[in-house]
């Protein structure tokens, strides 16, 4: 059966049992009064892939950190595998849901090894099965745990970092999965790399994602909803798809702002319309005739402006140099 797909309002008929992270008429004011976040609702199925999208100050960030209480919220209610958050301890929500954020959060003086077991060895894994955790989550994010797992994070590239990241916030094998911006700081090509990385690893995993960006091309990339903030409030909760046909000013302005890449190349023209001919220029008039081949010079072809001088009219010169 089919699941449902992550909605704005939750349906009152649904038990919040149904959904892995439920958000009702959440907000989220600062204590001089400053309103960060408004009446947020969101409903996302186990299993599924969320992308929160929005501008700096939107509300993104702050809506990841109301579901694992690293914030608590100051109206509505979260449910969180159909238990109301409230009811939670907190230490034990935040190892029950993996969190990646962009600059890792590594301890940069432990090795690979100990941090990506950091969340098993809190919960009292035996040893060996640690062991055998941090060589599987490795393998997982492609790293090879004979080369990396006695490294110390200090060492290790930008995307190396990242990669432990993830490790490390999937080692306790948590059903929630909560990502801000993890690929944000890194190069063009890297970035790219593991983003294609993820998708393959969150189709394979079945995990519940929430994922925070600003940056559309990434959203489109890895959601399977798109929930759109701006100014702390929910715009709405699309498909890719639907995105980019939605009408509100705001998805229009995302949508704008799509320039082209080597990925994603401008339209090419319409088969009716055939580029011009490279051997003639764009002025050359209202009937140019193609030349595959250079003509060689005739009286009929030379310009008229540029004459050739007149043949010499003395006698024939003789010796010399020719």
């Known amino acids: 059966m089919q ?3 992550a909605t704005g309002k939750p349906d009152p008929t649904k038990s919040a049992n149904a959904f892995a992270i439920e958000m009702r008429d959440v907000g989220y004011r600062l204590p001089d009064g400053r309103l960060l976040l408004h009446e947020l609702n969101l409903a996302i199925p186990r299993g599924q892939t969320l992308v929160l999208l929005g501008r700096s100050g939107s509300g993104k960030t702050t809506s990841l950190k109301l579901i694992n209480l690293l914030l608590t919220p100051t109206a509505g209610q979260i449910f969180i595998d159909g238990r109301n958050q409230s009811t939670w301890d907190p230490i034990r929500l935040r190892r029950t849901i993996g969190y990646v954020i962009q600059d890792v959060g590594l301890f940069p ?7 990506v077991a950091l969340v098993p060895r809190l919960e009292g894994w035996p040893e060996q099965r640690i062991r055998d955790r941090v060589r599987e989550m490795l393998l997982l994010v492609g790293l090879d745990a004979g080369e990396f797992a006695a490294r110390h ?42 983003q294609r990385e993820f998708r393959s690893l969150a189709a394979r995993l079945g995990k519940t994602i929430t994922f925070v960006t600003h940056d559309l091309r990434e959203a489109l990339l890895l959601g399977e909803r798109i929930a759109l903030l701006a100014a702390g409030r929910l715009v709405g909760v699309y498909s890719p798809q639907q995105f980019l046909r939605a009408q509100e000013p705001e998805v229009r302005a995302f949508v704008d702002s799509l320039e082209p890449t080597p990925d994603a190349p401008p339209q090419r023209p319409p088969e009716s319309a055939p580029p011009p001919n490279p051997a003639s220029p764009p002025d050359a008039g209202p009937h140019p005739k193609p030349a595959p081949q250079p003509e060689p010079a005739t009286p009929e072809n030379v310009p008229q402006s540029d004459p050739q001088p007149p043949p010499p009219t003395g006698p024939p010169r003789t010796g010399g140099a020719s």
């Open 153 to 194: 994070a200090r060492e290790l590239s930008g995307g190396q970092r990242q990669r432990v990241g993830v490790a490390r916030a999937l080692a306790g094998d948590p059903p929630i999965l909560l990502m801000d911006e993890p690929f944000g700081a890194l190069d063009p090509i890297t970035r790219a790399e593991l």
């Open 3 to 5: 699941q449902p797909l």
């Open 109 to 115: 003086h432990w090795t690979v090894e100990r941090n």
